[in-house]
Structure formats: structure tokens, C-alpha cells
């Protein structure tokens, strides 16, 4: 009953409504347990083996769209 647990999300890897069909559905069933991690990125070798060739500056762009319609 105290363990939670901690989902990492992406933008720019899965779509916003994924994301949110995903984590709300394992939020249900943890009993509102459920932690989330977004992640904008970090090394530059890392996002392009994910195929996102996007600066700093752009990802956060992207990120915050993502947040808009995740809500």
C-alpha cells in the first residue's frame, strides 16, 4: 500500500493520448499510486538513436505541448 510506482514518459516517442491512456490506466489500477517522470531528454547521442534530432530549445517546446493535450 506504500509502494509507488514511477512511469517515465517521453514526448516525442509516444503520443500525448498514449501516454495518458497508459499511466491512467496503471493509476487505477496502483490506487492513485502512480508517479510520472517526464523526460525532455538529455544526451544528444541518446535522443538521436531515438531518431529526435531536436535542439534543447525545441524539445521543451515539444514537451510543453505534450503536456497540453496529455492533460
Not at 514526448?11 to 500525448?16: E, I, R
Not at 538521436?48 to 503536456?67: M, N, P
Request: charged share 25%; proline share 4%; glycine share 10%.
Amino acid at each position: 500500500q506504500r509502494l509507488r510506482f514511477l512511469v517515465a514518459v517521453r514526448p516525442g516517442l509516444q503520443s500525448p493520448t498514449l501516454a495518458a491512456r497508459m499511466t491512467s490506466t496503471l493509476d487505477r489500477i496502483s490506487g492513485g499510486r502512480l508517479l510520472i517522470n517526464v523526460v525532455t531528454g538529455g544526451d544528444p547521442v541518446e535522443n538521436k538513436g531515438d531518431g529526435i534530432f531536436l535542439s534543447h530549445d525545441e524539445r521543451y517546446e515539444v514537451t510543453r505541448e505534450f503536456l497540453d493535450i496529455y492533460k
